[in-house]
């Protein structure tokens, strides 16, 4: 691991745990040696960032350097709370991890009276659990080409159990209530398709490069479903109307 990821996964993780932390615990989270650990601390003391706390205690961060002041209200601050736990409902941790690592950041650079209502926030999302499929690829390198604008090659299993192996261009990801979804232009059918992620039973990176053209694709396609689903509603608006004549 490159020295500025570790520190900035270290720095994300003193944000982010109750403190004091324990020199076990930070390890553990950011997957090193509690010996590296002890240098890194001592390299964020050098740059700045004010941690406290040694070995056998715990550390806690008392001042982030890196991180400029911010204010939000009472009520903002419980939206950004509600917005980051309705994420553990997706399936997906490392985009909770990431969400939470990202509210940490946030409260990290609250005043000390915003900081404490934060911890008491007192909105919640919740409910009943789905049972989501197993996902048997990458996602992160799913999503590295969409942000990447590069084609991925996968093989598909459709609900008729038939299998195609197919290169898309992938516009983006779509998490549902039950599922994950994949919106992409096919190359082999020269069109838009939605795919179930855990219905791709392999995926690579391919060689098409489709950059600049992702917005322009994503564009086209919700244009296209919104159409689409205006031209349902007005359907079922006029179905409805003709039941109602008299006969």
């Known amino acids: 691991m490159a020295r500025q990821d570790r520190l900035m996964r270290l720095l994300a993780a003193l944000r982010r745990l109750p403190s004091p932390v324990t020199a076990e615990r930070l390890a553990a989270e950011t997957e090193i040696s509690r010996r590296q650990l002890y240098r890194d601390i001592a390299t964020l003391r050098a740059g700045g960032v004010l941690i406290d706390g040694a070995a056998g205690y715990g550390y806690t961060l008392t001042e982030d350097p890196a991180l400029p002041p911010q204010s939000f209200s009472r009520l903002e601050t419980e939206a950004l709370m509600l917005a980051v736990g309705s994420l553990d409902h997706l399936g997906d941790e490392q985009l909770a991890k ?3 690592d990202a509210m940490a950041r946030i409260i990290a650079t609250l ?3 915003q900081a404490r209502q ?9 409910r009943m659990p789905e049972d989501r499929p197993a996902i048997a690829v990458d996602v992160d390198m799913l999503r590295q080409a969409c942000w990447d604008e590069t084609s991925v090659i996968i093989t598909y299993r459709d609900k008729q159990d038939r299998h195609s192996e197919r290169e898309i261009l992938p516009l983006g990801l779509s998490y549902s209530p039950t599922t994950l979804m994949l919106v992409g232009w096919c190359l082999l059918r020269e069109d838009y398709r939605t795919f179930e992620v855990a219905r791709i039973e392999r995926l690579e990176t391919g060689s098409t490069s ?3 053209r992702r917005v322009e694709l994503l564009r086209r396609y919700q244009a296209m479903r919104m159409a ?3 031209a349902q509603k007005a359907a079922e608006r006029q179905a409805c109307q003709a039941s109602r004549r008299p006969k």
């Not at 934060?118 to 919740?126: G, L, N, T």
Request: no cysteine; hydrophobic share 40%; net charge positive.
């Open 111 to 113: 005043p000390d009276r």
């Open 118 to 126: 934060s911890m008491h926030a007192i909105m919640r999302s919740w």
């Open 228 to 230: 689409e689903w205006e």
């Open 210 to 212: 489709f950059r600049p």
């Open 98 to 100: 990431a969400g939470r």
